[in-house]
């Protein structure tokens, strides 16, 4: 009799802690602006050597709050008489990191707590019952870029970021601020640490204040190591712990007009916009803000009035007059409703990609892989990670969505150096986001300590009862990771649709109950197994898998599924699986499947299959003949596949223009420059181009639509 284990009790869920303070409340009933420049505010008071304590910490101006309160809270309080409803204390640069270059690395716990405590006291001198005052904790960057490969900007694992952010964080805290503003974010890697930082310290204190993430944009839309708005957006919104996302710092609202009607198009949570008074000049070696206060509420106005922005304020160059007039404008109206268009997704360090393509499925590259590519084998034993990236972009060019990236070698005993060796050089180097694929819940939690996107985790299961969920699930939480999970039981691999389903529900509901994943974070993989073996077990196994997807999709809501699609045709020639996978996907998809780990190269639609093989791989996959296999292997080792032997002349009795067409629509390059020279003596460029190359690629579009051909396919038209 199986035993199965209890469900985890130790794993505290972020989202259930108590919230501290009235902020969140207090953002739904209204528009809540944000004070002013704090750094170039100071910058503008020319302060002497011995107003920061002396030569060695002159310019620190987080010191300010230990040598000159009084500096500070003069500040505090200006923006509070202009109507901010929001102080940030002044530790920007106040992470232990930042005060170590100072001398002060000592000070860290009291810098920030007195910080708190002074801001503190000028948000509660003006508060009302009616209309309360808050105080953000700010915490900027640490002047590290984890996520690049100069070493001296890397050199800080995540493990030491997470406790830098950390003992800022509990500083704040400890010292009464009503949330955290993790602002000025350049590298979302570093930004994710952060979060976890403060995420430890909700733990330990079993309550949390609101945080707010904000990334800062260059005017091309991008984070400074490429992260897209779309890429950002996917990757905080995973990560557990943050309340409010946004923009500020890097430009004037000009530029942030696009990245703003993005999130309010699709992000689920409040938005924040705290822009610059424009690029700064140089005039006379001093840093100039050009954008003028009425310039600046103007904008902010709009984005309040067009896009529903909840949250505004001014960073670098902007006074205390900046924000009176944004109160003017702005002050106290409920924020706009908006509609939202969101799709699960997954992200890279560049790029977002939706786990739900339209038509199925999602295609994840399959070659990247220690175990079925005897090429990234060789690569990964001679430690060629340059090789390995060039395969990657081999997948990714041939229309892979994702890369299931797998080192595991029996030759070497160092999987995890080299995951975290081969991500490190495909997180930068490619843009379709990472499968993590490992045994070893040590090497999956280190490879997603190095990537800054939001990766899949591949994966988990029930073999050992709860073993691999708990030793797993948490760094999948943690770093809002997507999990591909094994209809695996104590029992073993499920073979039938019931068993299927029944071991997807269990892990659903673990993973749903008690860790707080939503179902869209999980990919069911309900195995497929060889049907090519003549193994009298796996004969039905083909069917199974379709009605165990059919059964997943409608009796979990929000899931994904995916499958190994080649694992059907282990042990036959090439031509006789190509055609045996590509049935079988098309069968596949129609059952519900999402995603699908195969090399696009490998596969061709459906309907271009002769007839008499589709028939022969049909008689496999659903068993419909007691000598299915042995007419299936006999017909494939008399013929060639149908894609690579001339059976007829297609172009027989076509017009050039029509042979164009077939051309285009069936992907056959050879002759086309000499077909189209053909056509432009007949007729000008314009009525080839109307006539012939644009009904084509409608064509093309069409059946695309229809789901009969897959996106390689579309491109290579």
């Keep these: ?56 910490t002159a310019g620190c101006k987080d010191v300010l709050v230990l040598t000159r309160p009084d500096v500070i809270e003069a500040i505090h309080t200006s923006f509070m008489e202009a109507g901010c409803d929001v102080l940030e204390t002044d530790t920007f640069q106040a992470t232990p990191l930042r005060l170590a270059e100072w001398g002060l690395f000592e000070r860290t716990y009291e810098l920030n707590r007195t910080a708190a405590e002074l801001a503190r006291r000028v948000a509660d001198r003006f508060s009302t019952a009616e209309r309360p005052r808050f105080v953000a904790g700010s915490i900027g960057p640490t002047g590290k870029l984890p996520s690049s490969d100069d070493p001296a900007l890397s050199d800080t694992p995540y493990a030491a970021l997470v406790d830098v952010f950390y003992e800022q964080a509990r500083a704040l805290v400890d010292g009464g601020v009503d949330l955290l503003i993790i602002e000025t974010q350049f590298d979302m890697l570093e930004l994710k640490a952060a979060i976890t930082g403060c995420n430890r310290l909700w733990r330990e204190l079993g309550f949390r204040v609101p945080v707010q993430a904000q990334v800062t944009l260059d005017v091309s839309g991008r984070m400074l190591l490429g992260n897209d708005i779309a890429a950002a957006l996917t990757t905080l919104e995973a990560l557990p712990g943050v309340d409010v996302i946004g923009l500020n710092c890097s430009t004037g609202p000009e530029h942030m007009r696009e990245p703003v009607r993005y999130l309010s198009e699709h992000s689920r949570l409040p938005i924040a916009v705290i822009p610059n008074a424009g690029i700064p000049l140089n005039e006379n070696g001093c840093a100039v803000f050009p954008l003028q206060p009425q310039e600046l509420a103007d904008a902010l106005g709009e984005f309040v009035e067009e896009f529903g922005v909840s949250v505004v304020g001014g960073c670098c160059g902007t006074s205390p007059e900046h924000l009176r007039l944004v109160v003017e404008r702005i002050g106290g109206r409920p924020p706009r409703a908006r509609s939202i268009s969101r799709e699960p997704s997954i992200a890279s360090g560049i790029r977002s990609v939706s786990l739900r393509q339209q038509p199925a499925p999602m295609l994840v590259g399959e070659r990247v892989n220690s175990t079925g590519s005897r090429k990234v084998k060789r690569l990964l034993l001679a430690d060629d990670y340059d090789g390995v990236l060039q395969v990657a972009r081999e997948q990714v060019e041939g229309s892979a969505h994702a890369l299931d990236v797998q080192v595991a070698l029996t030759e070497r005993g160092d999987e995890l150096n080299q995951m975290q060796r081969v991500v490190k050089k495909l997180a930068m ?41 708990e030793a797993l699930v948490p760094a999948i939480v943690e770093h809002g990771a997507a999990v591909v999970a094994l209809t695996i039981d104590e029992v073993g691999m499920a073979q039938t649709a019931d068993r299927k389903f029944a071991i997807a529900k269990r892990i659903h509901d673990v993973c749903v109950d008690d860790y707080g994943l939503a179902p869209e974070d999980l990919i069911f993989d309900v195995l497929t197994f060889p049907v090519t073996t003549g193994q009298e077990e796996y004969r039905d196994s083909a069917v199974a898998t379709l009605e165990g997807i059919r ?56 309907n271009e299959i002769d007839p008499d093989e589709r028939g022969l791989c049909e008689d496999l996959i659903f068993n419909r003949r007691e000598d299915a296999l042995p007419r299936f292997i006999t017909y494939f080792e ?50 080839v181009l109307n006539g012939v190359l644009l009904p084509a690629m409608k064509d093309v579009g069409d059946r695309f639509g229809a789901g009969e051909l897959i996106l390689p396919f579309v491109l290579q038209s």
Excluded at 41 to 54: K, Q, S
Excluded at 432 to 461: C, F, K, M, W
Excluded at 551 to 561: C, S
């Design 1 to 56: 009799m199986t035993t199965f284990t209890a469900a985890p009790t130790r794993f505290i869920k972020i989202a259930a802690l108590p919230v501290r303070g009235r902020y969140l409340a207090t953002l739904a009933e209204r528009v809540l602006v944000f004070d002013g420049s704090m750094g170039a505010t100071i910058e503008n008071l020319d302060l002497p050597p011995e107003a920061y304590g002396g030569e060695r």
């Design 429 to 469: 180097g490619v843009e379709a986001p990472l499968v993590i694929d490992s045994t070893e819940p040590e090497v999956q939690q280190a490879a997603l300590e190095l990537y800054p996107g939001r990766a899949v985790v591949n994966s988990i299961h029930m073999e050992n009862g709860l073993k691999k969920i």
């Design 551 to 606: 059964r997943v999709k409608q009796g979990l809501p929000g899931v994904f599924t995916i499958l190994g699609v080649s694992n059907l045709s282990f042990g036959v020639a090439q031509h006789a699986r190509q055609a045996l996978n590509s049935v079988f996907l098309h069968h596949a998809v129609e059952a519900g499947l999402d995603h699908a780990i195969i090399n696009a190269s490998h596969v061709m639609p459906y």
């Design 638 to 687: 008399q013929h060639s596949s149908s894609t690579e032997e001339e059976k007829a002349n297609p172009y027989e009795g076509l017009t050039i223009e029509q042979r164009i067409h077939y051309q285009i629509l069936h992907r056959k390059k050879e002759g086309i420059e000499a077909a189209l020279d053909e056509a432009l003596t007949r007729q000008g460029p314009v009525e």
